[in-house]
């Protein structure tokens, strides 16, 4: 079992980003996650930097392996460019580069004006969109006329010796299920064990299976808690409300039915030792090969000093 960090990019200025990575390489974190958002979920998070810049500046501060956790390469940006992308991330990460895709959110593919697609759509995008960046990596001109996308006599130049792998994120039977036909791994957000399940049952058979969960460390939990609720109160929106939103001031509304104490379900607060190993534990016995942590709030030093002295240790 692999533990990360996750650099969360709606929250960080990318100069914070890239001290956190410093840091969680110090600390002895073995890998990265970084999400991708032209949005925060609520302003309250403050950042959104473009994330291919912040990747190519990762590889000059450390040497962690790094997944998008994730990009939707189906409507804000083309699957050809997101492929170019994603092929000069692998070569600047020396093959430490992992494309995490999924089928987003209206709060970020929304910004041209077109339709929010249904989510089966969003899916018959996702695979398709796969399918021209996995073309694109062979290095020959393409030319795809598909249902979705266009490509014209298009050539990557730029590419790593090995393509990098792409992992699908999924939620519901149908995305586990195109993630287990389609992509080299799995990413999860959820300690669900029946979806890792489904996943490995649907053909994923042994392949790696990746999961995040969030931290506030503070000096109790009710100061976690506190900070969790300023920062990230959507993580307590419901359903399908995460993926159809299309503004943080909407998930900000949404987030006046949420309740301070209903962060706990999602967030370990405080800086207890025991707690974090807790919900480590319940992703691996889920299943999960790789959990990663992400801080909210000013404390991820905290963090970092927490996992190096007790956690991980404690984990090997």
């Not at 790094?66 to 991330?89: D, E, F, L, N, Y």
């Not at 064990?193 to 994923?204: I, K, L, P, Q, W």
């Amino acid at each position: 079992m692999r533990i990360g960090y996750f650099l969360s990019s709606e929250e960080y200025t990318p100069a914070e980003l890239l001290e956190q990575a410093r840091g969680a390489e110090r600390a002895g974190f073995e890998a990265l996650w970084i999400s991708d958002h032209y949005h925060p979920w609520v302003d309250a998070q403050g950042q959104s930097a473009f994330v291919w810049s912040t990747i190519g500046a990762l590889s000059q501060v450390c040497r962690l392996p790094v997944t998008t956790a994730v990009t939707c390469p189906t409507v804000r940006i083309h699957p050809a460019v997101i492929a170019q992308a994603a092929a000069t991330s692998a070569v600047l990460h020396e093959g430490r580069f992992v494309l995490g895709v999924g089928t987003g959110e209206a709060l970020n593919e929304h910004i041209f004006g077109d339709a929010w697609p249904q989510a089966d759509v969003r899916l018959e995008m996702l695979e398709e969109a796969v399918e021209v960046i996995r073309a694109l990596w062979t290095g020959d001109f393409v030319n795809h006329h598909g249902k979705h996308y266009t490509v014209e006599h298009a050539r990557i130049y730029t590419r790593p010796d090995t393509p990098p792998p792409i992992y699908v994120s999924g939620f519901g039977p149908k995305s586990i299920e195109l993630a287990a036909r389609i992509g080299d791994g799995y990413v999860s957000t959820m300690p669900d064990a029946d979806m890792v399940r489904r996943f490995r049952d649907s053909g994923g058979g042994d392949k790696p299976c990746q999961a995040g969960f969030k931290a506030a460390y503070a000096d109790s939990e009710d100061e976690g808690v506190r900070i969790a609720y300023e920062r990230w109160p959507n993580a307590g929106v419901p359903g399908e409300l995460s993926q159809v939103l299309p503004s943080p001031r909407h998930f900000e509304q949404a987030a006046q039915l949420v309740q301070p104490e209903m962060m706990k379900e999602s967030f370990v607060c405080g800086r207890d030792a025991d707690a974090h190993l807790e919900m480590i534990d319940k992703y691996a016995k889920a299943g999960f090969d790789e959990i990663y942590v992400a801080n909210t709030g000013p404390h991820w030093q905290g963090l970092f000093d927490l996992y190096e002295r007790e956690v991980l240790p404690r984990l090997r």
